[in-house]
């Protein structure tokens, strides 16, 4: 469903992925690991079209998003590509990103009554099931800085399912959360996992990552160091980078 072919990714002419090969199928779960500026979060704004990159392919369902120093690349076929991809690829950010001045049953209709066409009675019975899904249905007339981190962030899930992705992608989702607060995120993911929902995950919650995937991979300075199993990654990892890195959170 979703594959990544030689992806090479600079800042100012310092190349921080050269040539990342990454494939999944559907119903796959991937969490992301390693140190902060190892590349997670650009990957995953790379799959969503957020940031560009200078050479290699994504494609996502057929879609296909190519470098813009690749032949193939014409900006107005990547604009379409990216409109395409992020109606069947939902983000969830670190921050929250909900739009203070709307309510919560108004921030999740919106993208699908204007984006989708969605009529407004359909859409605002849809928020109401996925609040209830995000354990959040008697919120739906709260603005968001009545909530919690840990609400907001469930609101935004519930925003991102709106528009019915295929495959969800997760950029860290608790970091800015108290520790309180995590639990209750990472519940409602391992619901949507458990659905079957195609998901890549960046994360430094470990425990998660062992529990929900069906692949961990490692990163670090760009490159996937290594990559396999939970099992294979948290017990008997290979590389001395993942086994240090690994080291600060198992014991």
Do not use: W
């Amino acid at each position: 469903m979703i594959e990544i072919d030689n992806l090479f990714k600079a800042y100012d002419q310092q190349f921080l992925f050269k040539g990342l090969h990454l494939a999944m199928e559907k119903g796959n779960v991937v969490s992301l690991i390693g140190p902060s500026g190892s590349g997670k979060s650009t990957l995953l704004r790379c799959l969503n079209g957020l940031e560009l990159f200078q050479r290699g392919c994504i494609a996502v369902d057929g879609q296909r998003l190519y470098g813009v120093n690749e032949q193939a690349y014409h900006k107005e076929q990547a604009a379409l590509a990216v409109k395409n991809i992020r109606r069947q690829v939902g983000m969830v950010f670190q921050q929250f990103n909900l739009f203070p001045h709307m309510s919560v049953l108004h921030n999740i209709t919106v993208a699908p009554m204007h984006v989708l066409g969605v009529e407004q009675a359909e859409a605002e019975a849809q928020a109401v099931s996925l609040l209830r899904k995000v354990h959040l249905e008697k919120k739906a007339q709260k603005y968001p800085g009545q909530l919690s981190g840990g609400e907001q962030q469930r609101v935004a899930i519930a925003r991102a399912l709106a528009m019915k992705p295929e495959a969800m992608l997760f950029d860290e989702p608790t970091s800015s959360l108290d520790p309180v607060m995590i639990e209750e995120v990472l519940q409602v993911i391992k619901d949507l996992v458990v659905e079957g929902m195609t998901t890549i995950i960046a994360t430094h919650e470990m425990g998660f990552a062992r529990d929900v995937s069906t692949r961990v991979i490692f990163l670090d300075k760009g490159e996937i160091v290594e990559q396999g199993s939970p099992q294979e990654m948290f017990f008997h990892p290979q590389g001395e980078r993942t086994k240090a890195f690994l080291s600060r959170f198992m014991k």
